[in-house]
């Protein structure tokens, strides 16, 4: 169970947010529910996430590949569940995700502009810095927007991530409470 208790989506100050991110999502997940005790830190996470998902012109592989990444590095077991059938979805294959936090052992399963992006992201996720040659490599494969939108989404998830394990947010939590789907 999550660190705070959920708030009450019936409660009438919150509904028309939590219509608004149910019409966006198809839900209201855990994560933007535990994210409706600040209703404008809920509207812009809204937007900034809708925009990293929905708006870029990252190949949706990518993304998804780099979001199970940061999933595996970080323990966020919610990020994983949430992103694994978009992954799948999007192509990658479950020996891909399976091997994404040791992927530098298992190379062959990556191309090249996936394992370029796997080491940014490595090196943002757990260094924060990224190392002059990883930014060439990636940026020698990727255009000036997508260099940027791919630092974003990189961000933008790890953030996911830190706040699911802060407030311990966990995937069993999808139905707790009052209008908890």
């Known amino acids: 169970m999550a660190r705070l208790p959920y708030p009450d989506l019936t409660d009438d100050s919150l509904r028309p947010l939590a219509e608004q991110i149910r019409a966006a999502r198809g839900s209201v997940l855990s994560l933007y529910r535990m994210l409706l005790y600040s209703p404008p830190m809920a509207l812009g996470w809204l937007s900034l996430l809708s925009a990293v998902r929905k708006e870029s012109t990252l190949?949706?592989?990518?993304r998804e590949l780099l979001i199970m990444q940061i999933?595996?590095?970080n323990g966020a077991a919610y990020e994983w569940a949430q992103h694994y059938d978009l992954a799948r979805r999007e192509?990658?294959?479950?020996?891909q995700l399976e091997h994404v936090k040791e992927w530098r052992a298992h190379p062959e399963l990556f191309t090249d502009l996936q394992r370029s992006a796997l080491e940014y992201s490595d090196a943002m996720?757990?260094?924060i810095q990224v190392p002059r040659a990883v930014f060439d490599r990636l940026s020698a494969q990727l255009e000036l927007r997508q260099i940027l939108e791919l630092t974003v989404t990189v961000a933008a998830y790890n953030m996911v991530s830190r706040v699911l394990e802060a407030l311990e947010i966990r995937p069993e939590d999808r139905s707790s409470g009052p209008d908890g789907q």
Request: hydrophobic letters at 40%; proline letters at 7%.
């Open 91 to 95: 192509g990658l294959t479950a020996r």
């Open 71 to 73: 999933a595996a590095l």
């Open 125 to 127: 996720t757990r260094k």
């Open 59 to 62: 190949p949706g592989d990518l």
